[in-house]
């Protein structure tokens, strides 16, 4: 049971009742409150003979206090100095030194199910997030959607009188509602957030970040500025609205979720941090030597035990650092020191707004959690890194030897990089495995720091309870004397599954139990169980980097390890042989839990589900039809063009003097297509992740008059209906493209390899201009606005249907062979 659930706060009233000061702190069982009825005042028939009477507005309680909730993203535990790594994280750092560190503290193994937890208190499955939205499914516990019977940790610290922000990430809407004309209800502003900036989706791009918007409208502040970055463009607009709200009314409490992009890919910090870093030469001995400097740091900060083993390098799945050529190596230092500048650009930007607080004169009452990491280090780049993560989670890997022309300009607009496997599994000391493996603590244990100077006196105490991210939202509203609700906006609240840490805040209890006492994991198939110092973790059976769409099986076959971690804290010793009653009993609790949870049914497939079919504009349609300009169409409602045949038909006007520019285009610079004018000819480039651009070119350039122009594309695979017999055998295959003009064909090619599954996710589907960047930078530079009149578009969609023929084959190949592709 929850402190806060046990503080009873009584309505309480301040100030002279019936004065427009007048104030009021509600008990928060019913919120928005029931409406004050009651009228203090005289009313007759004349105003002068009257007097007024001001319902009293709603404030936090006294000593309430502010709260800045940070966390960024892709980090496991090593990667942070705060809990012995050897990035400068001198901000985390500050934090630490002034409160407290917890140990064990863990999030779900992936972002947004993470993010969906911490935000609710609830764990991930019962809002929805079993996944992440581009990769939900019809069923309870992965459909993306926040049911409103759980409220936001925002919406009731805003209905309690604080006033409450978001900066950064949001991976938390499903892709119906991100568009144009909403509904709003589930993005930031619907969630209880008075104030919104940040990017829509998993990851952007911190250059040009195409799927930034400020509350509900798309900006975009890097055009025409090379110098923008948005990590320390959020920071600003952070400190800004911090700066407003205490100008404005410096009394009442802010609650401000900060959530930066990094460190997940692209890793994109500024060319003088990487300069800063590398430097420091911190990565030239590799990721063994690495792995052995951490694991030492770890042990002398306490952030881990004396007696704790380090876990064995997986030498079947990852070469040895001594394995590597002399350009592998220089590589993969390379990859390395842009990910470390990464992580110390973004923590010097979180100082900057602790900085704010602090200058404010804020700080003493400003509870301060800083999360490094809402999963562990990725390792989506695979082992050998990538300069473009929308090519990697796909499995296009590029050879070493092609990496080395992105060697100078890793890490700028140029490139939307990711490093080596090897790297990730360091920065996961001293666990193994790494992020979407929620059995393994590689997945899912977070570096924490919480501080709030007036409350916690031991400062750089240490805290080894077992925690989780559903414990955030438990500890705020007990800090803030909030109860939790029982209804909100008319809708009966779920109880709040995690429990608050705030008994941990006393240094009396800095060695007592944890109060959080069992916990599932799931993630992707993978699934554990904790329960009172013991965690029952199935096999890691599929290496997180492989997204081919392989089947491994089904995962309640997987088999259980069994680690007693009051001995074992890193998962070094699997005990399961010995202890075959204790597997069992754990075994059932953890079908209990997914059963009471809505893990079911658990789905081991990955990326290859972005392509299955899921509410949204698009869906269910076939035609889609443009007059005029109509950009900034996120990617989850466009018209989706792969693993089908396809028809662009532009009906357009082209003034005396020639025409160029867009007609549609869908992604950018490392995964996308275009059809323009380019000097008045009409071309068609997809772009296969940047290793090759397929060009349809026109020769002759398009004469003043009405004209139609059209791209046929008859595509030669089955399509997607194949994921439904687990098999991604109808993805990427060939094509044949025919450029037309005014029903001529003007150019015919075949593409020999298509796009499987995902074209560059932060960038828009746009007609008549580009909203962000070029698909080809030699043809063009956004926006690219297109100077003749577009009157109509049209974009027809055949997607291939399973012949009888095709389904059996399929049907005989899933269950002749189900652990095979």
Same mark, same amino acid.
């Given at each position: 049971?929850?402190?806060?659930?046990?503080?009873?706060?009584?309505?309480?009233?301040?100030?002279?009742?019936?004065?427009?000061?007048?104030?009021?702190?509600?008990?928060?069982?019913?919120?928005?409150?029931?409406?004050?009825?009651?009228?203090?005042?005289?009313?007759?028939?004349?105003?002068?003979?009257?007097?007024?009477?001001?319902?009293?507005?709603?404030?936090?309680?006294?000593?309430?206090?502010?709260?800045?909730?940070?966390?960024?993203?892709?980090?496991?535990?090593?990667?942070?100095?705060?809990?012995?790594?050897?990035?400068?994280?001198?901000?985390?750092?500050?934090?630490? #030194?002034?409160?407290?560190?917890?140990?064990?503290?863990?999030?779900?193994?992936?972002?947004?199910?993470?993010?969906?937890?911490?935000?609710?208190?609830?764990?991930?499955?019962?809002?929805?997030?079993?996944?992440?939205?581009?990769?939900?499914?019809?069923?309870?516990?992965?459909?993306?959607?926040?049911?409103?019977?759980?409220?936001?940790?925002?919406?009731?610290?805003?209905?309690?009188?604080?006033?409450?922000?978001?900066?950064?990430?949001?991976?938390?809407?499903?892709?119906?509602?991100?568009?144009?004309?909403?509904?709003?209800?589930?993005?930031?502003?619907?969630?209880?957030?008075?104030?919104?900036?940040?990017?829509?989706?998993?990851?952007?791009?911190?250059?040009?970040?195409?799927?930034?918007?400020?509350?509900?409208?798309?900006?975009?502040?890097?055009?025409?500025?090379?110098?923008?970055?948005?990590?320390?463009?959020?920071?600003?607009?952070?400190?800004?609205?911090?700066?407003?709200?205490?100008?404005?009314?410096?009394?009442?409490?802010?609650?401000?979720?900060?959530?930066?992009?990094?460190?997940?890919?692209?890793?994109?910090?500024?060319?003088?941090?990487?300069?800063?870093?590398?430097?420091?030469?911190?990565?030239?001995?590799?990721?063994?030597?690495?792995?052995?400097?951490?694991?030492?740091?770890?042990?002398?900060?306490?952030?881990?035990?004396?007696?704790?083993?380090?876990?064995?390098?997986?030498?079947?799945?990852?070469?040895?650092?001594?394995?590597?050529?002399?350009?592998?190596?220089?590589?993969?230092?390379?990859?390395?020191?842009?990910?470390?500048?990464?992580?110390?650009?973004?923590?010097?930007?979180?100082?900057?707004?602790?900085?704010?607080?602090?200058?404010?004169?804020?700080?003493?009452?400003?509870?301060?959690?800083?999360?490094?990491?809402?999963?562990?280090?990725?390792?989506?780049?695979?082992?050998?890194?990538?300069?473009?993560?929308?090519?990697?989670?796909?499995?296009?890997?590029?050879?070493?030897?092609?990496?080395?022309?992105?060697?100078?300009?890793?890490?700028?607009?140029?490139?939307?990089?990711?490093?080596?496997?090897?790297?990730?599994?360091?920065?996961?000391?001293?666990?193994?495995?790494?992020?979407?493996?929620?059995?393994?603590?590689?997945?899912?244990?977070?570096?924490?720091?919480?501080?709030?100077?007036?409350?916690? #006196?031991?400062?750089?105490?240490?805290?080894?309870?077992?925690?989780?991210?559903?414990?955030?939202?438990?500890?705020?509203?007990?800090?803030?004397?909030?109860?939790?609700?029982?209804?909100?906006?008319?809708?009966?609240?779920?109880?709040?599954?995690?429990?608050?840490?705030?008994?941990?805040?006393?240094?009396?209890?800095?060695?007592?139990?944890?109060?959080?006492?069992?916990?599932?994991?799931?993630?992707?198939?993978?699934?554990?169980?904790?329960?009172?110092?013991?965690?029952?973790?199935?096999?890691?059976?599929?290496?997180?980097?492989?997204?081919?769409? #392989?089947?491994?099986?089904?995962?309640?076959?997987?088999?259980?390890?069994?680690?007693?971690?009051?001995?074992?804290?890193?998962?070094?010793?699997?005990?399961?042989?010995?202890?075959?009653?204790?597997?069992?009993?754990?075994?059932?609790?953890?079908?209990?839990?997914?059963?009471?949870?809505?893990?079911?049914?658990?789905?081991?497939?990955?990326?290859?589900?972005?392509?299955?079919?899921?509410?949204?504009?698009?869906?269910?349609?076939?035609?889609?039809?443009?007059?005029?300009?109509?950009?900034?169409?996120?990617?989850?409602?466009?018209?989706?063009?792969?693993?089908?045949?396809?028809?662009?038909?532009?009906?357009?006007?082209?003034?005396?003097?020639?025409?160029?520019?867009?007609?549609?285009?869908?992604?950018?610079?490392?995964?996308?297509?275009?059809?323009?004018?380019?000097?008045?000819?009409?071309?068609?480039?997809?772009?296969?992740?940047?290793?090759?651009?397929?060009?349809?070119?026109?020769?002759?350039?398009?004469?003043?008059?009405?004209?139609?122009?059209?791209?046929?594309?008859?595509?030669?695979?089955?399509?997607?209906?194949?994921? #439904?017999?687990?098999?991604?055998?109808?993805?990427?295959?060939?094509?044949?493209?025919?450029?037309?003009?005014?029903?001529?064909?003007?150019?015919?090619?075949?593409?020999?390899?298509?796009?499987?599954?995902?074209?560059?996710?932060?960038?828009?589907?746009?007609?008549?201009?580009?909203?962000?960047?070029?698909?080809?930078?030699?043809?063009?530079?956004?926006?690219?606005?297109?100077?003749?009149?577009?009157?109509?578009?049209?974009?027809?969609?055949?997607?291939?249907?399973?012949?009888?023929?095709?389904?059996?084959?399929?049907?005989?190949?899933?269950?002749?062979?189900?652990?095979?592709?």
């Amino acid at each position: 049971m929850l402190g806060c659930f046990a503080i009873g706060i009584p309505a309480v009233a301040a100030g002279v009742p019936g004065s427009p000061s007048a104030t009021k702190v509600i008990d928060g069982k019913q919120l928005p409150p029931p409406p004050d009825t009651t009228f203090g005042g005289k009313i007759e028939r004349n105003v002068l003979d009257s007097t007024p009477y001001w319902p009293s507005r709603v404030v936090p309680a006294k000593g309430a206090p502010n709260v800045l909730l940070i966390m960024t993203d892709d980090a496991g535990y090593g990667v942070s100095s705060t809990f012995g790594g050897v990035i400068p994280t001198p901000a985390m750092d500050r934090i630490a #030194k002034e409160g407290l560190r917890y140990t064990h503290f863990h999030s779900t193994a992936v972002c947004s199910p993470t993010r969906a937890a911490l935000i609710t208190g609830r764990n991930h499955h019962q809002v929805g997030a079993g996944a992440i939205p581009e990769l939900s499914t019809g069923y309870p516990g992965y459909n993306a959607i926040m049911t409103k019977d759980k409220a936001t940790i925002a919406k009731v610290m805003k209905e309690n009188g604080y006033v409450t922000s978001w900066f950064g990430k949001n991976h938390n809407t499903p892709s119906l509602p991100i568009s144009k004309i909403g509904p709003f209800d589930q993005w930031p502003i619907g969630l209880g957030f008075d104030y919104f900036y940040g990017f829509m989706g998993g990851d952007t791009s911190q250059w040009q970040p195409g799927n930034l918007y400020r509350n509900t409208t798309p900006i975009y502040p890097f055009d025409n500025n090379p110098d923008y970055n948005l990590v320390t463009a959020m920071a600003d607009d952070a400190i800004d609205y911090i700066k407003t709200v205490d100008a404005l009314n410096p009394d009442q409490p802010f609650f401000v979720y900060y959530a930066p992009g990094a460190t997940h890919a692209p890793h994109h910090p500024t060319p003088e941090w990487i300069e800063k870093i590398s430097k420091m030469h911190l990565f030239d001995d590799g990721w063994h030597k690495l792995r052995e400097t951490i694991f030492a740091n770890q042990k002398k900060l306490g952030v881990i035990p004396a007696d704790a083993k380090l876990t064995p390098w997986p030498k079947d799945l990852i070469k040895t650092w001594d394995k590597l050529n002399d350009t592998e190596k220089k590589l993969f230092i390379k990859q390395a020191d842009v990910f470390a500048a990464y992580v110390a650009y973004t923590d010097h930007e979180i100082g900057r707004v602790i900085q704010a607080v602090d200058d404010l004169g804020k700080l003493d009452n400003t509870m301060i959690i800083y999360i490094t990491g809402d999963n562990g280090t990725s390792s989506e780049g695979g082992p050998t890194g990538t300069p473009n993560e929308v090519a990697a989670v796909q499995g296009v890997r590029l050879p070493v030897e092609a990496q080395m022309k992105y060697y100078d300009v890793w890490g700028s607009d140029k490139t939307y990089p990711h490093m080596s496997v090897g790297w990730t599994w360091a920065f996961g000391t001293p666990f193994s495995w790494t992020k979407m493996v929620s059995s393994h603590f590689g997945g899912t244990k977070q570096g924490t720091v919480i501080s709030w100077p007036n409350v916690i #006196k031991d400062k750089g105490g240490i805290r080894n309870q077992f925690h989780h991210v559903i414990d955030i939202m438990p500890t705020i509203l007990e800090a803030a004397k909030i109860n939790q609700p029982e209804m909100v906006d008319g809708i009966k609240q779920k109880p709040i599954q995690g429990v608050s840490m705030l008994y941990t805040f006393d240094q009396k209890n800095a060695e007592a139990p944890s109060t959080h006492k069992t916990q599932y994991f799931e993630m992707v198939g993978d699934h554990a169980i904790y329960h009172d110092g013991w965690m029952l973790s199935s096999k890691v059976m599929r290496p997180p980097w492989d997204n081919s769409g #392989k089947n491994y099986g089904d995962p309640a076959t997987w088999p259980w390890e069994l680690y007693d971690l009051s001995k074992d804290w890193t998962q070094s010793n699997d005990v399961a042989a010995k202890y075959p009653e204790k597997v069992k009993e754990l075994d059932a609790l953890f079908w209990k839990e997914a059963e009471a949870n809505q893990v079911l049914p658990m789905d081991s497939t990955t990326f290859t589900r972005s392509l299955l079919p899921r509410p949204s504009l698009s869906a269910g349609r076939t035609v889609f039809t443009y007059a005029g300009v109509a950009t900034g169409t996120p990617s989850g409602n466009a018209p989706n063009v792969l693993a089908s045949s396809y028809n662009i038909k532009a009906e357009v006007e082209i003034p005396e003097g020639g025409a160029e520019g867009m007609l549609a285009t869908q992604g950018g610079r490392f995964a996308g297509y275009g059809f323009y004018l380019l000097k008045g000819k009409p071309v068609y480039t997809w772009n296969l992740f940047g290793l090759k651009r397929i060009k349809w070119e026109g020769s002759e350039v398009i004469t003043p008059g009405k004209h139609t122009l059209e791209f046929d594309f008859k595509y030669d695979g089955l399509g997607a209906d194949t994921l #439904k017999y687990g098999s991604p055998s109808g993805l990427g295959r060939s094509g044949t493209g025919y450029l037309k003009v005014d029903g001529k064909v003007v150019a015919t090619q075949k593409m020999e390899k298509t796009i499987p599954m995902l074209l560059q996710w932060d960038e828009n589907f746009d007609v008549g201009a580009d909203t962000g960047t070029p698909v080809d930078d030699r043809d063009y530079q956004t926006p690219f606005r297109f100077t003749g009149k577009l009157d109509k578009l049209t974009l027809t969609i055949d997607r291939p249907k399973l012949s009888k023929e095709d389904i059996k084959k399929l049907e005989d190949a899933m269950h002749s062979n189900p652990a095979s592709e």
